[in-house]
């Protein structure tokens, strides 16, 4: 069965530090991946997506991931943190198996920024 | 500026009574899920409609939780009756359910029953 685990449930960083979120994966076939982001009080936004192709993916706000498929995983980064980019994070994986369309999605990871 | 809107956004309500909640999902968009977030669980999938059938909805408690989509531009979800464990945030995502599979979500629907 698919699933994604996100180890990490709550980071803290220092704005103007990097920042890396993991993100691993357990799917059958080629997965399509996601991050998204969620705001205090709002819904989830789309940062970024891997379908295929180049496994480096860069998204809105800064962000990028790598797909790494040796170690099943999809961690997303940015050089600087913001403290606007203190929100929570999801990592999803695309579940196609027949019913095209459904994402699984991580628990979250939490991210705090510090001045 | 096309978005998934959700109303009400807000809902407190007693333990016992009905309560529905309402999406329009993003014109064009022919999938439309219903999920539920909650500090302990997280985002559970409750359901989802492809061209307004019903795809999956093991996700949803059936004695209590209904889910239908009267037309492309309406999706429901109805709790009858509520229970104080209802209470979460209730997100209505839609998109155009092929290989693509970018989800859209929208506002929210933070429910409390008491």
């Known amino acids: 069965a698919q699933s994604v685990t996100q180890p990490d449930i709550h980071i803290t960083v220092s704005e103007g530090a990097s920042l890396e979120l993991r993100c691993n994966y357990s799917y059958g076939a080629t997965p399509y991946l996601f991050w998204y982001v969620q705001s205090p009080g709002q819904g989830l936004q789309l940062l970024l997506k891997?379908?295929?192709?180049?496994?480096l993916v860069q998204g809105i706000k800064g962000f990028e991931a790598e797909f790494k498929r040796s170690q099943s995983s999809f961690n997303l980064r940015k050089p600087s943190v913001h403290w606007s980019d203190a929100a929570e994070y999801f990592c999803?994986?695309?579940?196609?198996?027949?019913?095209?369309?459904?994402?699984?999605f991580g628990k979250g990871t939490k991210l705090s920024v510090k001045p | 500026d096309a978005r998934v809107t959700q109303t009400p956004r807000h809902k407190v309500t007693e333990m016992g009574q009905e309560v529905t909640m309402r999406c329009q999902p993003i014109l064009g968009h022919n999938t439309v899920f219903w999920y539920r977030q909650t500090m302990m669980q997280g985002l559970e999938l409750l359901a989802y409609f492809r061209n307004r059938a019903p795809l999956d909805d093991s996700g949803m408690p059936k004695d209590r939780f209904s889910a239908e989509m009267p037309d492309a531009t309406l999706a429901t979800l109805k709790i009858q009756p509520s229970e104080p464990r209802d209470s979460a945030v209730y997100f209505c995502?839609?998109?155009?359910?092929?290989?693509?599979?970018?989800?859209?979500f929208g506002p929210g629907t933070r429910l409390t029953v008491l």
């Open positions: 995502a839609s998109g155009l359910g092929d290989r693509d599979g970018e989800q859209f």
């Open positions: 891997y379908f295929s192709g180049d496994t």
């Open positions: 999803a994986v695309g579940a196609y198996g027949g019913s095209q369309g459904n994402l699984i």
